[in-house]
Each structure stands twice: as C-alpha cells, then as structure tokens.
C-alpha cells in the first residue's frame, strides 16, 4: 500500500465507504479543489493505484476571538483534515490510522516550516470515538457545523515522541 | 433592484473602498459581483463540501490546550515504526 498525493492515475470509481458523502467528494471534488481551487490536497492510500482511503488536509487556522466584541484579533495556525475515509473492504486494517499518522507527520512539518499549533478533524458523529483514542479534544466553536471539530496539540504530539 | 443594509469586517469594507477608488466601479456593482460568484462557487461545490471557518473564545482556547494530553494510542501510533 502506497500514499501519496491524489492524481489522474488513481482509480475512484468504485471507492465505497459506505457514506455517499464522503464517496461523492472523492469521485467528484477532490481532484477540482486540489487543482482548481486550491483549497485542500487529497492524500490517497492505494494499492496498484486503485484508491483503497483516502485523507483531504489544508492548512487553516483557528480565529481566537475576544468575547466582548467577537472581533477576531488572533489568528492561530493548524492543518485541518476534512475528511478521512477508508473502502468498506478494507475498514478495520487500520489504514485509517496510518493516514492519521500521515496527517500529524504534516502538521509537524508545517509548524518545522511554517507555524502550525496543531491539528483539526472535522469528525462526522460516527467518528469522534476514533479520533478520541489519538487524544483529540471536541471544540466548542462560537458557530455550528454539520461536523464536530476536534483538536490535537503539537505540544501533545511533541510529548507522545519518544 | 433591492436595497439592504449590512455591517461588513473592517478589512472587507477598507477593501471595498480602496478597489472602487481605485477602479471607479460602484460598490454595489462589486458586491453584486462577489455574491454572484460565490453562488455560483457554491453551485459547483455543494454547501455540505465546504469547511467552515472557525471562531472560538480565548478561554475555549486555554481549556484546549491544557486539556490536550497524550494517550497511549497517541503514543503507539507515533512510534510504531
């Protein structure tokens, strides 16, 4: 099994999560946001190219607000993981888990290069117990989503490398 | 054509002013123009498949971060090899 980033090669077609959603994004907006909009790259774990789970990360960033005022005056600096979703054949190999660890491998790399305090999940419901076992904390937002976010320091990650 | 009142961020309203100087375009032309692209951005992806900003206080901010703490998957997962 390889990871690597989403390309033309990659075959989609018949990726099933078992959640239209998450299958839609890959087969239809994955590729278009990382090469149109540039809003996020997809990561995909394959075997001979047939995409097998795949993982969207962007860097993005936390606004700190003031509770008085509800201006934002703080900017803080995470990778956020919109989506992680694993084929129904390969669920429980944890390959979930390996793109996970892909994921905090970049937020280190970006806070070596660039800043970042952390990572964000946007967990679905079915979700929050995976991401609570790697220590990921819910976030109460001052603004309500279809997912849960959740947190996980770099401190935290710093202190779990031995 | 209808009218509406709105309060718009500081950097957005500076942005609207210093683009319709600069420009001499109205600044309700450019506003009809940034709603209809972002329709039409929502149009190509759908509302459910765009991220959120987020916005939490200052103490939500501290609860985290003192509240993030290693587990022994956390541990496990980084230092498997």
Same mark, same amino acid.
């Given at each position: 099994?390889?990871?690597?980033?989403?390309?033309?090669?990659?075959?989609?077609?018949?990726?099933?999560?078992?959640?239209?959603? !998450?299958?839609? #994004?890959?087969? +239809?907006? @994955?590729?278009?946001?990382?090469?149109? *909009?540039?809003?996020?790259?997809?990561? /995909?774990?394959?075997?001979?190219?047939?995409?097998?789970?795949?993982?969207?990360?962007?860097?993005?960033?936390?606004?700190?607000?003031?509770?008085?005022?509800?201006?934002?005056?703080?900017?803080?600096?995470?990778?956020?993981?919109?989506?992680?979703?694993?084929?129904?054949?390969?669920?429980?190999?944890?390959?979930?888990?390996? !793109?996970?660890? #892909?994921?905090? +491998?970049? @937020?280190?790399?970006?806070?070596?290069? *660039?800043?970042?305090?952390?990572?964000? /999940?946007?967990?679905?419901?079915?979700?929050?117990?995976?991401?609570?076992?790697?220590?990921?904390?819910?976030?109460?937002?001052?603004?309500?989503?279809?997912?849960?976010?959740?947190?996980?320091?770099?401190?935290?990650?710093?202190?779990?490398?031995? | 054509?209808?009218?509406?009142?709105?309060?718009?961020?500081?950097?957005?309203?500076?942005?609207?002013?210093?683009?319709?100087?600069?420009?001499?375009?109205?600044?309700?032309?450019?506003?009809?123009?940034?709603?209809?692209?972002?329709?039409?951005?929502?149009?190509?992806?759908?509302?459910?498949?765009?991220?959120?900003?987020?916005?939490?206080?200052?103490?939500?901010?501290?609860?985290?971060?003192?509240?993030?703490?290693?587990?022994?998957?956390?541990?496990?997962?980084?230092?498997?090899?």
């Amino acid at each position: 099994m390889i990871i690597e980033k989403l390309s033309k090669n990659h075959k989609r077609e018949d990726f099933d999560c078992g959640n239209n959603f !998450l299958n839609d #994004f890959l087969k +239809k907006y @994955a590729y278009q946001n990382q090469i149109r *909009y540039l809003v996020g790259v997809t990561y /995909v774990a394959h075997i001979e190219n047939v995409v097998i789970g795949y993982i969207t990360i962007s860097a993005s960033s936390i606004k700190r607000v003031s509770i008085d005022n509800k201006k934002p005056y703080d900017d803080l600096p995470v990778l956020r993981v919109g989506r992680l979703a694993i084929d129904k054949e390969y669920q429980h190999k944890s390959i979930g888990k390996l !793109l996970l660890k #892909f994921a905090i +491998k970049k @937020a280190i790399e970006l806070k070596e290069n *660039y800043g970042c305090i952390g990572i964000v /999940v946007d967990a679905k419901e079915e979700a929050k117990k995976f991401y609570k076992k790697y220590g990921f904390i819910e976030i109460n937002t001052l603004q309500k989503s279809l997912t849960t976010p959740m947190y996980l320091s770099i401190k935290t990650i710093k202190e779990s490398l031995q | 054509m209808k009218a509406i009142y709105t309060n718009l961020e500081n950097k957005n309203f500076e942005m609207l002013e210093f683009i319709s100087n600069a420009k001499g375009i109205k600044k309700n032309h450019i506003i009809n123009e940034a709603l209809e692209y972002y329709f039409n951005t929502l149009k190509t992806i759908p509302e459910e498949f765009i991220l959120k900003p987020l916005h939490i206080s200052k103490d939500e901010f501290e609860r985290l971060e003192k509240t993030s703490k290693p587990t022994d998957d956390l541990k496990r997962l980084l230092n498997d090899n």
